[in-house]
T-cell receptor, first 118, second 113 residues
């Protein structure tokens, strides 16, 4: 069974600094996808970035990058140049592969609350 | 595209009443997920559908919960009878292909008193 672990319940960062949010996962599948979502206080779930298990390059989307270390089964989110609007809950998620009895189930970690200080 | 649409946005009901949450996925998406979010348990997957067929309902907490997807554009999550511990935010999400992200609705905040 899949498992996603986010060990940091809360993180603080100074505005304009970079911050890393940790995510580790456990799976026996070779093909899977890793996602990060942001949930601001308004409650909506916003997709940030995706990394496929076979992607050799780390994914980047603007100020977001995913530090993918497959052997260590980690998929940390790096936010560069933090902004006050980055204050939110951040979720790591993993998608299992399709094929056979597997249908792409998407499982989330517990989340990390990020607070950006001015 | 209007995105994933959930209704109602807020629901307050009395214990023992039936509650029905509704979801309209993005057109063309063939996966639909129902999640429940609470402070204690985080974001839990309740059930998901592929091409309107329920694939995995192992996350449904008990028989009081049921979900249906009668067609590609509509799904319901029903709780009967509702209990105070069912109070949570319920999210619906849809996805088209395996390598794309899931798009979430705005959620339904359910309060059972």
């Amino acid at each position: 069974a899949q498992k996603i672990t986010q060990t940091q319940p809360g993180m603080f960062v100074q505005e304009k600094e970079a911050v890393t949010l940790d995510c580790t996962y456990d799976t026996s599948d070779q093909s899977y996808g890793l996602f990060w979502y942001k949930q601001p206080s308004s409650g909506e779930m916003i997709f940030l970035i995706y990394q496929g298990s076979y992607d050799e390059q780390n994914a980047t989307e603007g100020r977001y990058s995913l530090n993918f270390q497959k052997a260590r089964k980690s998929a940390n989110l790096v936010i560069s140049a933090s902004q006050l609007g980055d204050s939110a809950m951040y979720f790591c998620a993993m998608r299992e592969p399709t094929g056979g009895t597997s249908y792409g189930k998407l499982t989330f970690g517990q989340g990390t609350i990020l607070t950006v200080h001015p | 595209d209007a995105g994933v649409i959930q209704s109602p946005r807020h629901e307050v009901t009395e214990m023992g009443q039936e509650v029905t949450l509704r979801c309209k996925p993005i057109s063309g998406h063939d996966y639909l997920f129902w999640y429940r979010q609470t402070m204690m348990r985080g974001l839990e997957l309740l059930i998901y559908f592929n091409n309107n067929v329920p694939i995995d309902d192992s996350g449904m907490p008990e028989d009081r919960f049921s979900a249906k997807m009668p067609n590609a554009s509509f799904s319901t999550l029903k709780i009967q009878p509702s209990e105070p511990r069912d109070s949570a935010v319920y999210f619906c999400a849809s996805r088209q292909l395996m390598n794309t992200e899931a798009f979430f609705g705005q959620g339904t905040r359910l309060t059972v008193v």
